[in-house]
Protein backbone atom coordinates (compact mmCIF):
# COMPACT_ATOMS: atom_id res chain seq x y z
CA UNK A 1 0.00 0.00 0.00
CA UNK A 2 2.87 2.33 1.20
CA UNK A 3 4.38 1.83 -2.46
CA UNK A 4 1.55 2.15 -4.43
CA UNK A 5 1.15 5.78 -2.84
CA UNK A 6 4.43 6.55 -3.31
CA UNK A 7 4.09 5.40 -7.01
CA UNK A 8 0.96 7.75 -6.86
CA UNK A 9 2.92 10.64 -5.36
CA UNK A 10 5.61 10.88 -7.95
CA UNK A 11 2.80 10.58 -10.84
CA UNK A 12 1.48 14.00 -9.12
CA UNK A 13 4.46 15.60 -8.54
CA UNK A 14 5.45 14.83 -12.10
CA UNK A 15 2.46 16.11 -13.70
CA UNK A 16 2.71 19.60 -11.70
CA UNK A 17 6.12 20.00 -12.35
CA UNK A 18 7.31 22.78 -15.22
CA UNK A 19 7.53 22.13 -18.66
CA UNK A 20 11.22 22.78 -18.79
CA UNK A 21 11.62 19.73 -16.04
CA UNK A 22 9.56 17.04 -18.51
CA UNK A 23 11.14 17.97 -22.03
CA UNK A 24 12.13 14.52 -23.88
CA UNK A 25 16.21 13.94 -24.74
CA UNK A 26 14.78 14.59 -28.27
CA UNK A 27 12.65 18.07 -27.36
CA UNK A 28 16.21 18.86 -25.32
CA UNK A 29 17.99 18.70 -29.25
CA UNK A 30 15.77 20.65 -30.59
CA UNK A 31 15.95 23.69 -27.71
CA UNK A 32 19.83 23.75 -28.14
CA UNK A 33 19.79 23.79 -31.97
CA UNK A 34 16.77 26.39 -32.02
CA UNK A 35 19.47 28.58 -29.62
CA UNK A 36 22.31 27.67 -31.59
CA UNK A 37 20.77 28.93 -34.57
CA UNK A 38 19.27 32.32 -32.85
CA UNK A 39 23.01 33.17 -31.21
CA UNK A 40 24.81 32.16 -35.11
CA UNK A 41 21.50 34.93 -36.04
CA UNK A 42 22.48 37.28 -33.46
CA UNK A 43 26.19 37.51 -34.01
CA UNK A 44 25.40 38.02 -37.85
CA UNK A 45 22.97 40.66 -36.77
CA UNK A 46 26.05 42.39 -35.13
CA UNK A 47 28.84 42.13 -37.48
CA UNK A 48 26.24 43.83 -39.90
CA UNK A 49 25.32 46.64 -37.44
CA UNK A 50 29.04 46.99 -37.08
CA UNK A 51 29.33 47.52 -41.09
CA UNK A 52 27.12 50.02 -41.63
CA UNK A 53 28.41 51.69 -38.30
CA UNK A 54 31.87 51.86 -39.57
CA UNK A 55 30.63 52.81 -43.24
CA UNK A 56 28.03 55.66 -41.54
CA UNK A 57 31.64 57.01 -39.95
CA UNK A 58 33.77 57.08 -42.92
CA UNK A 59 30.62 59.39 -44.31
CA UNK A 60 30.79 61.75 -41.76
CA UNK A 61 34.59 61.76 -42.46
CA UNK A 62 34.40 62.24 -45.65
CA UNK A 63 31.31 64.84 -45.85
CA UNK A 64 33.05 66.97 -43.02
CA UNK A 65 36.68 66.90 -45.98
CA UNK A 66 34.54 67.30 -48.41
CA UNK A 67 35.15 71.13 -50.08
CA UNK A 68 32.54 74.02 -49.49
CA UNK A 69 30.42 75.50 -52.17
CA UNK A 70 32.56 77.89 -52.66
CA UNK A 71 36.17 77.40 -52.67
CA UNK A 72 37.72 79.55 -55.24
CA UNK A 73 41.42 80.01 -54.12
CA UNK A 74 42.12 76.10 -52.86
CA UNK A 75 45.89 75.88 -53.64
CA UNK A 76 47.75 73.00 -55.34
CA UNK A 77 50.07 71.33 -52.66
CA UNK A 78 52.15 68.40 -52.83
CA UNK A 79 55.59 66.94 -50.91
CA UNK A 80 58.32 65.86 -52.88
CA UNK A 81 61.16 64.08 -51.27
CA UNK A 82 60.13 66.09 -48.11
CA UNK A 83 59.80 69.47 -49.25
CA UNK A 84 56.21 71.26 -49.75
CA UNK A 85 55.29 73.29 -52.26
CA UNK A 86 52.28 75.61 -52.85
CA UNK A 87 51.27 76.35 -56.53
CA UNK A 88 55.01 75.45 -57.38
CA UNK A 89 56.37 77.79 -54.50
CA UNK A 90 58.14 75.83 -51.19
CA UNK A 91 57.18 76.63 -48.16
CA UNK A 92 59.86 74.39 -46.24
CA UNK A 93 61.52 70.75 -46.05
CA UNK A 94 60.42 67.87 -43.66
CA UNK A 95 56.87 68.31 -44.51
CA UNK A 96 54.81 65.18 -43.40
CA UNK A 97 51.25 66.19 -43.96
CA UNK A 98 49.41 69.10 -45.04
CA UNK A 99 46.38 70.90 -44.59
CA UNK A 100 45.23 73.59 -47.37
CA UNK A 101 41.93 76.31 -47.39
CA UNK A 102 39.77 78.31 -49.53
CA UNK A 103 41.70 81.19 -49.07
CA UNK A 104 44.97 79.94 -50.28
CA UNK A 105 46.52 79.03 -46.38
CA UNK A 106 48.17 76.16 -45.78
CA UNK A 107 48.64 74.16 -42.38
CA UNK A 108 51.31 71.69 -42.05
CA UNK A 109 53.73 69.99 -39.87
CA UNK A 110 57.04 68.02 -40.08
CA UNK A 111 58.80 65.21 -39.51
CA UNK A 112 60.25 66.68 -35.84
CA UNK A 113 56.26 67.66 -34.90
CA UNK A 114 56.59 71.06 -36.11
CA UNK A 115 53.65 72.97 -37.15
CA UNK A 116 53.69 75.70 -40.08
CA UNK A 117 51.29 78.31 -41.39
CA UNK A 118 52.34 78.87 -44.95
CA UNK A 119 56.01 79.30 -44.14
CA UNK A 120 55.89 80.86 -40.63
CA UNK A 121 56.27 78.33 -37.60
CA UNK A 122 53.46 78.26 -35.39
CA UNK A 123 54.75 75.36 -32.80
CA UNK A 124 56.60 72.69 -32.02
CA UNK A 125 55.62 69.26 -30.62
CA UNK A 126 52.22 69.41 -31.67
CA UNK A 127 49.93 66.11 -31.27
CA UNK A 128 47.11 67.00 -33.74
CA UNK A 129 45.70 70.31 -35.76
CA UNK A 130 43.27 71.27 -38.31
CA UNK A 131 42.42 74.34 -40.41
CA UNK A 132 39.65 76.31 -41.31
CA UNK A 133 38.13 76.03 -44.62
CA UNK A 134 38.47 80.52 -44.59
CA UNK A 135 40.52 82.81 -42.85
CA UNK A 136 43.61 81.48 -40.92
CA UNK A 137 42.66 79.69 -38.32
CA UNK A 138 44.50 76.98 -37.03
CA UNK A 139 43.91 74.71 -33.98
CA UNK A 140 45.88 72.07 -32.35
CA UNK A 141 47.21 70.18 -29.50
CA UNK A 142 50.65 69.51 -28.23
CA UNK A 143 51.90 66.55 -26.27
CA UNK A 144 50.95 67.89 -23.17
CA UNK A 145 46.99 68.29 -23.66
CA UNK A 146 47.08 71.58 -24.14
CA UNK A 147 44.48 73.18 -26.91
CA UNK A 148 45.66 76.37 -28.51
CA UNK A 149 44.33 78.26 -31.64
CA UNK A 150 45.83 80.93 -34.20
CA UNK A 151 43.64 83.48 -35.36
CA UNK A 152 44.24 86.76 -36.67
CA UNK A 153 47.90 86.81 -36.80
CA UNK A 154 47.72 85.96 -32.98
CA UNK A 155 47.75 82.79 -31.25
CA UNK A 156 46.35 81.73 -27.74
CA UNK A 157 46.23 79.23 -25.64
CA UNK A 158 42.64 77.84 -24.53
CA UNK A 159 43.59 75.30 -22.00
CA UNK A 160 44.33 72.12 -21.10
CA UNK A 161 41.76 69.54 -23.26
CA UNK A 162 40.07 66.46 -22.86
CA UNK A 163 38.15 66.30 -26.03
CA UNK A 164 37.02 69.51 -28.91
CA UNK A 165 35.68 69.45 -32.27
CA UNK A 166 36.72 72.31 -34.76
CA UNK A 167 34.28 74.00 -36.86
CA UNK A 168 36.06 75.15 -40.00
CA UNK A 169 33.25 76.74 -41.47
CA UNK A 170 33.36 79.23 -38.60
CA UNK A 171 36.87 78.77 -36.81
CA UNK A 172 35.59 77.94 -33.55
CA UNK A 173 36.54 75.35 -31.36
CA UNK A 174 34.00 73.82 -28.74
CA UNK A 175 36.18 71.76 -26.26
CA UNK A 176 35.46 70.08 -23.21
CA UNK A 177 37.99 70.72 -20.74
CA UNK A 178 39.63 68.47 -17.90
CA UNK A 179 37.18 69.32 -15.48
CA UNK A 180 34.40 68.53 -17.92
CA UNK A 181 33.57 72.57 -18.26
CA UNK A 182 32.15 72.96 -22.18
CA UNK A 183 34.07 76.31 -23.61
CA UNK A 184 33.28 77.68 -27.15
CA UNK A 185 36.92 79.42 -27.57
CA UNK A 186 36.87 81.69 -24.74
CA UNK A 187 33.12 81.08 -23.46
CA UNK A 188 32.42 79.13 -20.93
CA UNK A 189 29.33 77.02 -21.38
CA UNK A 190 29.35 75.14 -18.07
CA UNK A 191 29.52 71.21 -17.21
CA UNK A 192 28.82 69.33 -19.72
CA UNK A 193 27.45 65.66 -20.64
CA UNK A 194 27.00 65.28 -24.67
CA UNK A 195 27.45 68.34 -26.98
CA UNK A 196 26.70 68.54 -30.75
CA UNK A 197 27.68 71.42 -32.81
CA UNK A 198 26.41 72.84 -35.95
CA UNK A 199 29.60 73.55 -38.36
CA UNK A 200 28.29 76.50 -40.26
CA UNK A 201 26.75 78.60 -37.67
CA UNK A 202 28.85 78.00 -34.48
CA UNK A 203 25.98 77.10 -32.60
CA UNK A 204 26.33 74.08 -29.44
CA UNK A 205 23.55 72.30 -28.22
CA UNK A 206 24.52 70.70 -24.98
CA UNK A 207 22.76 68.05 -22.05
CA UNK A 208 24.41 68.63 -18.80
CA UNK A 209 24.81 65.44 -16.16
CA UNK A 210 20.99 65.55 -14.87
CA UNK A 211 19.61 65.89 -18.94
CA UNK A 212 18.94 69.82 -19.14
CA UNK A 213 19.46 70.38 -23.01
CA UNK A 214 21.23 74.17 -23.70
CA UNK A 215 21.95 76.16 -26.76
CA UNK A 216 25.18 78.12 -26.07
CA UNK A 217 23.65 79.58 -23.06
CA UNK A 218 20.34 79.60 -23.09
CA UNK A 219 18.48 76.54 -21.49
CA UNK A 220 15.48 74.50 -23.44
CA UNK A 221 14.57 72.41 -21.12
CA UNK A 222 15.34 68.52 -19.95
CA UNK A 223 16.05 66.33 -23.09
CA UNK A 224 16.19 62.58 -23.60
CA UNK A 225 17.74 63.22 -26.98
CA UNK A 226 18.64 66.05 -29.28
CA UNK A 227 19.95 66.96 -32.33
CA UNK A 228 21.37 70.24 -34.16
CA UNK A 229 21.05 71.32 -37.47
CA UNK A 230 24.61 72.43 -39.34
CA UNK A 231 23.19 75.38 -41.30
CA UNK A 232 20.89 76.64 -39.22
CA UNK A 233 22.20 76.04 -35.64
CA UNK A 234 17.93 75.28 -35.15
CA UNK A 235 17.84 72.46 -32.04
CA UNK A 236 15.18 69.64 -32.26
CA UNK A 237 14.45 67.50 -29.09
CA UNK A 238 12.40 64.50 -27.13
CA UNK A 239 11.73 65.20 -23.40
CA UNK A 240 11.31 62.12 -21.33
CA UNK A 241 7.39 62.06 -21.87
CA UNK A 242 8.15 61.61 -25.59
CA UNK A 243 6.81 64.62 -26.69
CA UNK A 244 9.12 66.77 -29.84
CA UNK A 245 10.25 70.24 -29.29
CA UNK A 246 12.08 72.78 -31.82
CA UNK A 247 13.82 75.13 -29.88
CA UNK A 248 11.18 75.92 -26.94
CA UNK A 249 7.94 75.05 -29.10
CA UNK A 250 6.33 71.87 -28.72
CA UNK A 251 5.57 70.57 -31.45
CA UNK A 252 3.93 66.81 -31.68
CA UNK A 253 3.25 64.68 -29.05
CA UNK A 254 4.40 61.04 -28.92
CA UNK A 255 5.63 60.96 -32.84
CA UNK A 256 6.76 57.59 -33.63
CA UNK A 257 9.94 59.20 -35.92
CA UNK A 258 11.47 62.26 -36.57
CA UNK A 259 14.12 64.23 -38.09
CA UNK A 260 15.93 67.61 -38.31
CA UNK A 261 17.16 68.39 -41.44
CA UNK A 262 20.97 70.16 -41.71
CA UNK A 263 18.77 73.08 -43.40
CA UNK A 264 16.93 73.18 -39.71
CA UNK A 265 13.41 71.87 -41.04
CA UNK A 266 12.05 69.28 -38.66
CA UNK A 267 9.48 66.50 -39.84
CA UNK A 268 7.90 63.56 -38.08
CA UNK A 269 5.25 61.05 -37.88
CA UNK A 270 2.70 60.73 -35.88
CA UNK A 271 1.16 57.41 -34.44
CA UNK A 272 -1.20 57.23 -37.57
CA UNK A 273 1.57 57.09 -39.87
CA UNK A 274 1.15 60.71 -41.33
CA UNK A 275 3.92 62.77 -41.68
CA UNK A 276 4.13 66.67 -40.86
CA UNK A 277 6.93 69.81 -40.58
CA UNK A 278 7.75 72.57 -39.17
Not at 116 to 128: H, V, Y
Not at 143 to 153: F, P, Q, V
Amino acid sequence: MSATLFVLAQGSSMAQAPEALRLSPVDLRAAYDALTTQAGQVRQDVAARRRRNAALRRAMIADRNALPETCSNLPVVYIRNGDIYKNNSQLGRNANNFKANCDGSVAWSSSYGELFLDSKELASRINTYDLSWYGDTVVWTDTSGELRKHAAGATKGMGRVSTYAFLRYTGDVVWRDSWGDLHRNDDKLGRVSVFKAAERTGDVAWTDSYGNLFKNHDPLGRASEFRIADRTGDVAWKDSFGNLFKGTKEVARYPSGWELREDGVLIWRDSSGYYHYE
